[in-house]
């Protein structure tokens, strides 16, 4: 058996960069901070390419199956004997394609950083918290337990919140930050939760045990219910809200486009392509579960069809560019989960399965694609808003071209990468809810649209008189781009039904046509909108948003949901709760307790009376208390 | 000699060397010499106990002495370690050495202070080593008396209110305490013969459930009080926010402790029938202070308020673990006394330092000293991270133990008691994330804080060594958690003893 446990240091290296980086960063010059972690990631990059290649051409096939190999384990705490945290490198299909996905657009973050960041302050820091991510990133996809999940699972929260925060003067991203922790944080109760139910019932973390058909989750299912569900179905939906909370699912996902605060390759790496299908990787991962427990799994399904169309709608009324890229990372994610809502197990009943995975990986390239984009857009022009930008097509041809094919990958027009795994996505959605399929049709649709509104606004569109001209992006910039760009034309070609499946069996893969057809159409029906309304300045978009005037306001304030939770924390939380009790500290428990004190002041004060030296009050006392006593003796005795 | 006799000769040797020191400036060195040593000791400690276990050494304590003190009453100066008490004692010398380092620039009356602060620490050491009711007691008070006379002299604010309000309700603790000792005393011996005070002794008595039902209030609310349970903990935010900062730090750090390692040992420990048939009361009251903390510590504006807060929340978990009565839960209530001990020790520091340097404690009067007090922002950063449970710090580990253990009761009272205390987690975020971003995040608001330096290279040590406690502890927990499981064991079985 071939030995994978050198694997443990694709994360390790970018943890000992952080440690480095951390404390000596700024003892040198800030770009060898940049070059140090370049490398570092360079070689973890490398280990990973080398692990897929050999896993996946070479040692991990065995009987047409792909085995899951634990390449590296040890015992990390110990709660119960059969409850232990183990820290390990679980080596399988998702986690080899997830290793691939991590390690590319980390590394291509890194390299694009070293321009964009130049001379801003806390270069060194950044690049620091860019390699405590990925480790934290690569630690949760190679876990081999639950738990050891959750315990990266929270460092990728941390290094989120680090890094929306960068710019730490600014009030906004402050803000941002703090909401983006504190909302997943509160989705991450529902997790933990969850683990704990499920490894009470199940006794174990492990995920192999967990997973396996004839393990305690699945061959021999708790019996416990709870209001009518089993327990399990309660385990599998809670830890599903930790996943939601981090894919930014509805109605969880109002961290996300606040994150943009954070610099964009943050946006392009954490936001993205990696940290936010996080929770799509952790049904991916549960999925054997989740298919025994159907009504948890029409849960994934419908959180994430709304979640898609509802991101869509409001990505299309946005100005700001991440922002819009923000909704729509949203809306494709909710793609991905509803794909794994609508799969079963097995073969091509597995479709769904394989078809998130595919489009997880090529969403990865296009939208990293998209945000690095971006980031050489705003570069170039100093402003986030679509309506400071236009005509740049001239200004910047890399980026316009990669945009470009971005564009069309998202929008799903063969042959780039998102056609191909958007399509298996409908097909699987096809066959088994109508319902479903029609929102995602819909949503391919609308994508297309906004995406198309974007480029033709950006690079097209009426030309704005620039303070000074803009420039392409320098080539520390423009090669990653050129490389995420060939993966989002080609991603599509990888056999992935061949690769990356629900039983880890290979089967063959069909293109329905009567599918994919009609979602070619429409993809070019919403470009052909945005073509009409947005390629050169009229007056359409505004007689649209008009004659939809209630519909379009809402959209316009994203639903008004940021209200519900401003009004839920600082309103009930902060002021009738927290503030109550802390009153209630003040005046009745301490004021109890003050008041103990102030009687027996009081009592002390009364009864000291009776000391007060004076020989005529003690012979009083004395002589009248004598009396009284004689008195009551007499009487008792007669 | 035994070793642990060292734990209390050592800060005797290091108040007698301060009192003959002649400078000012020189009261702080010695204390610094004296309490390094004692860091030495207890790392020698921690290091033989384990491998005396590992060479296979089962003996339920380890380094016992036992003298005979008062022969009539039958008292005794009993000492002896097993796992609890040695993490404790390593607790306690790790924030004493920090302590010192923080209160380097005392310059009122500095050789007083040190000597309190040194002969309070003698007197948690040895708290924390008896295994003899009398003796524990008496160090108890060593501990409690000195804290008077350092908030009420050196303390800011309504010191003197503070002063007094602090040490009567720990009196008040202190007075039950006493009773439910006196209590287990007479009962220690039900076959005739004569009545001891020895730990160990009572724990092998057979208590007749009516008499532990009596006294077993009295110690757990007695302790409880140090441990600041809900009703009980009001004494603890004015006595934080009016005592100096090296105080704070001792106090939140170890002093609360000496409450939890009390109900451990001695509350539940002796009585285990009572504890099982009392512990829903006493598990409503911690998970209200749980939860109760954590919102209360929202709201707050000075800092000390809220990590006092905080520290009614987190101490309350400790309680709370207690309550559960199993191995899991019980070695998290351990950890968790450490970690928040470090933690919290971390934290008081910190805003010592801080106050020093802005002069106002008011968070919403501060704004970006990240810029201009980089390490000590980091620091505090790092604090609020481990203490709203971050992976990789201590109080993740101590908390998810905690929180595993308690779910193995699978009744809907303890699942729901449960769910309200984890849900402490999100509220603690709120708060601290709150005070990071309005303090340390943003630009800065006054002239005067450009001007502000940096940690000395005291505040550095300080800083830099519970840092290291509250990371080693977090990044491989497995050491810690085994020796804990080690020294819990009797206390396990009694209570399983007890159940059936």
Redesign the interface.
């Known amino acids: 058996m071939f030995d994978f446990s050198y694997t443990i240091w694709i994360l390790l290296i970018p943890f000992f960069l952080f440690i480095l980086i951390g404390f000596w960063g700024n003892k040198f010059k800030p770009a060898v901070s940049g070059i140090v972690g370049s490398a570092g990631l360079f070689t973890s990059w490398i280990l990973s390419i080398f692990t897929a290649y050999k896993y996946f051409f070479d040692v991990g096939r065995v009987d047409d199956v792909y085995q899951q190999i634990i390449g590296y384990n040890t015992?990390?705490?110990?709660?119960?004997d059969t409850?232990h945290i183990d820290m390990g490198v679980l080596i399988d299909p998702i986690s080899v394609m997830m290793l691939i996905v991590v390690t590319t657009v980390s590394l291509m973050a890194h390299i694009y950083s070293t321009d964009y960041l130049k001379g801003e302050k806390g270069f060194e820091r950044f690049y620091s918290f860019l390699s405590l991510f990925t480790f934290a990133m690569l630690g949760l996809v190679v876990a081999t337990n639950i738990?050891q999940m959750y315990?990266?699972w929270?460092?990728v929260g941390?290094s989120s919140?680090l890094l929306i925060?960068f710019y730490?003067?600014r009030?906004t991203a402050?803000?941002a930050?703090?909401k983006a922790?504190?909302v997943t944080?509160?989705a991450d109760?529902g997790f933990?939760?969850g683990i704990?139910?499920l490894?009470?019932y199940t006794k174990t973390f492990d995920f192999l045990t967990l997973t396996s058909p004839t393990g305690p989750a699945i061959g021999t299912p708790p019996a416990?219910t709870f209001i009518g569900l089993s327990v399990l179905t309660w385990a599998m939906i809670l830890i599903f809200i930790g996943g939601a909370g981090k894919s930014a699912m509805f109605p969880l996902h109002i961290w996300l486009p606040d994150a943009m605060e954070g610099p964009t390759p943050v946006s392009a790496l954490i936001h993205a392509a990696t940290m936010v299908v996080a929770g799509v990787y952790l049904v991916a991962r549960m999925f054997p579960i989740y298919i025994t427990v159907p009504i948890a799994l029409q849960v994934v399904a419908w959180v994430g069809a709304f979640s898609s169309l509802f991101a869509a709608i409001i990505a299309c009324t946005q100005y700001d560019i991440k922002r819009v890229l923000a909704y729509s990372t949203m809306s494709q994610i909710g793609y991905m989960m509803c794909a794994l809502g609508v799969s079963g197990m097995g073969g091509h009943e597995g479709l769904g399965y394989m078809a998130s995975m595919f489009h997880l990986f090529t969403h990865a390239f296009f939208k990293a694609l998209l945000f690095l984009c971006a980031g050489a857009i705003i570069h170039a022009v100093h402003s986030n808003y679509l309506y400071g930008m236009g005509g740049l097509r001239k200004y910047l041809p890399i980026t316009h071209i990669t945009f470009l094919i971005a564009c069309l990958a998202i929008s799903g027009i063969p042959p780039f990468a998102g056609f191909f795994s958007k399509d298996e996505i409908l097909v699987a959605a096809y066959h088994h809810d109508t319902a479903l399929f029609i929102i995602e049709y819909i949503v391919a649709g609308v994508t297309a649209f906004y995406m198309f509104r974007l480029y033709f606004g950006i690079f097209w569109g009426k030309k704005q008189d620039y303070h000074h001209t803009p420039h392409e992006a320098p080539y520390s910039m423009t090669i990653p781009l050129i490389f995420l760009a060939l993966g989002a034309a080609f991603a599509g070609f990888i056999p992935f039904s061949h690769l990356v499946t629900s039983d880890r069996q290979l089967f063959e893969l069909h293109t329905e046509w009567i599918i994919a057809i009609p979602s070619i159409v429409i993809a070019i029906i919403g470009i052909g909108v945005a073509y009409v309304m947005y390629l050169k300045p009229t007056d359409i978009p505004r007689r649209v948003a008009h004659s939809l005037h209630g519909f379009y306001t809402a959209a316009y304030h994203k639903f008004y949901i940021d209200e519900v939770y401003l009004f839920i924390t600082q309103k009930i939380?902060?002021n009738h709760?927290?503030?109550p009790?802390?009153w209630f500290?003040r005046h009745i428990?301490?004021g109890?307790?003050?008041g103990i004190?102030y009687v027996t002041n009081q009592a002390s004060d009364r009864i000291r009376g009776f000391q007060s030296g004076q020989l005529q009050q003690y012979a009083l006392v004395f002589v009248s208390g004598t009396v009284i006593l004689a008195l009551v003796f007499i009487y008792l005795w007669t | 000699m035994n070793i642990l006799l060292l734990l209390i000769i050592i800060p005797i040797l290091t108040i007698i060397g301060i009192l003959f020191t002649r400078d000012n400036k020189k009261v702080r060195v010695v204390s610094a010499i004296g309490m390094t040593f004692q860091l030495i000791t207890a790392a020698i400690i921690i290091i033989w106990y384990l491998a005396e276990r590992h060479a296979g050494n089962t003996a339920e304590v380890l380094f016992a002495s036992n003298w005979v003190w008062y022969e009539t009453l039958n008292i005794r100066f009993y000492i002896g370690v097993d796992g609890v008490s040695v993490a404790m004692i390593g607790l306690t010398a790790m924030v004493i050495f920090a302590g010192i380092f923080a209160s380097w620039d005392v310059d009122d009356l500095p050789r007083e202070f040190f000597t309190f602060l040194i002969l309070l620490s003698s007197g948690v050491f040895g708290f924390f080593i008896s295994l003899d009711l009398f003796t524990m007691f008496l160090f108890y008070e060593i501990a409690v008396i000195p804290m008077y006379l350092l908030i009420g002299i050196w303390g800011t604010g309504p010191r003197h209110y503070s002063a007094m309000?602090l040490t009567?309700?720990l009196m008040g603790g202190s007075a039950l305490i006493l009773l439910g000792m006196l209590g287990l005393y007479f009962n220690s011996n039900p076959d005739g013969g004569p009545f001891t005070f020895e730990i160990l002794k009572i724990a092998k008595a057979h208590i007749p459930l009516n008499t532990q039902l009596f006294f077993f209030p009295f110690l757990f609310v007695g302790f409880g009080v140090l441990g600041a349970l809900?009703?009980f903990?009001?004494?603890s935010?004015?006595g934080h926010a009016s005592a100096p900062t090296a105080v704070s730090m001792l106090h939140a750090g170890v002093l609360m402790k000496l409450g939890g390692y009390g109900c451990y040992r001695v509350a539940i420990f002796l009585l285990p029938d009572a504890a099982h048939k009392l512990a829903w009361i006493f598990l409503i009251l911690t998970t209200i202070s749980v939860i109760?903390g954590a919102?209360?510590a929202?709201?707050?504006k000075d800092l000390k308020y809220i990590n006092a807060y905080s520290s009614v929340s987190h101490c309350g978990l400790v309680l709370f673990a207690i309550l559960m009565f199993n191995?899991?839960a019980m070695n998290g209530a351990i950890m968790q006394m450490i970690s928040h001990g470090i933690m919290t020790a971390l934290f008081f520091a910190l805003i010592g330092m801080i106050y020093g340097r802005t002069h106002t404690r008011y968070i919403n009067e501060m704004s970006?000293l990240?810029?201009v007090m980089p390490f000590l922002a980091v620091a505090y950063v790092i604090a609020g991270?481990a203490s709203?449970?971050?992976?990789?710090f201590s109080g993740?580990?101590a908390e998810?133990?905690i929180?595993?253990?308690a779910?193995?009761h699978?009744d809907t009272f303890h699942r729901v008691a449960?769910?309200i205390a984890?849900?402490s987690?999100?509220a603690t975020?709120?708060y601290i994330?709150?005070v990071v971003?309005m303090m340390?995040?943003?630009?800065i608001n006054k002239e005067e804080y450009e001007l502000i330096t940096d940690a000395k290279w005291y505040d550095r040590l300080s800083v830099g060594t519970l840092i290291f406690g509250i990371t080693a502890i977090g990044l491989a927990?497995?050491w810690l958690?085994?020796m804990i499981?080690g020294g819990i064991g009797p206390v396990i079985e009694k209570l399983f003893l007890a159940m059936n």
Request: aromatic share 18%; charged share 15%.
């Open positions: 015992l990390w705490l110990r709660f119960t409850l738990f315990i990266f929270e460092l941390v919140y925060g730490y003067t009030d402050v803000a930050s703090k922790f504190i944080r509160f109760l933990l939760i704990l139910l490894s009470y416990a939380i902060f709760i927290s503030k009790i802390a500290d428990v301490d109890s307790m003050n004190s | 309000k009567l309700m809900f009703p903990h009001t004494w935010p004015d109760y919102l209360g929202i709201w707050q191995e899991t970006g990240m810029k991270l709203l449970g971050l992976p990789g993740f580990v998810m133990t929180f595993v253990g779910f193995q699978a449960t769910i984890a849900s987690i999100v975020a709120v994330l709150r971003g340390l995040y943003g630009k927990p497995l958690s085994t499981t």
